[in-house]
Nanobody, 125 residues
Framework: QVQLAESGGGSVQAGGSLRLSCSAS????????MGWFRQAPGKEREGVAS????????YYAASVRGRFTISQENAKNTVYLQMNSLKPEDTAIYYC??????????????????WGQGTQVTVSS
């Protein structure tokens, strides 16, 4: 089993920034794909960004590319999501997730097996 602990959500005005953190513990691979997803009220969950820990490979949704940056601290099995130039449409619950396999990395939620409890991000106009 893998446990994920997220932190860093909150409320911010449009144009502001927030940084989310996610630490994985338990039965994790040395290197694995970790991702951030979000779900806004009344909408389906969507992939935001993912990265294969220990590599420079990063993947972003078109809606956040250039504004959000995913980074990692591999030794701590921790990933971060730096969110800049936030918009009201970024308001959602953000979830951290770990890939179900030790190889590969996508932004498809069905490829992820372990999920955090979610953290609320609210952006006001």
């Amino acid at each position: 089993q893998v446990q994920l602990a997220e932190s860093g959500g909150g409320s911010v005005q449009a144009g502001g920034s927030l940084r989310l953190s996610c630490s994985a513990s338990g039965d994790t691979y040395d290197s694995v794909c970790m991702g951030w997803f979000r779900q806004a009220p009344g909408k389906e969950r969507e992939g935001v960004a993912s990265t294969y820990t220990g590599t420079i490979n990063k993947y972003y949704a078109a809606s956040v590319r250039g504004r959000f940056t995913i980074s990692q601290e591999n030794a701590k099995n921790t990933v971060y999501l730096q969110m800049n130039s936030l918009k009201p449409e970024d308001t959602a619950i953000y979830y951290c997730a770990v890939f179900r396999r030790s190889y590969g990395c996508t932004l498809n939620e069905h490829d992820f097996a372990y999920w955090g409890q979610g953290t609320q991000v609210t952006v006001s106009s």
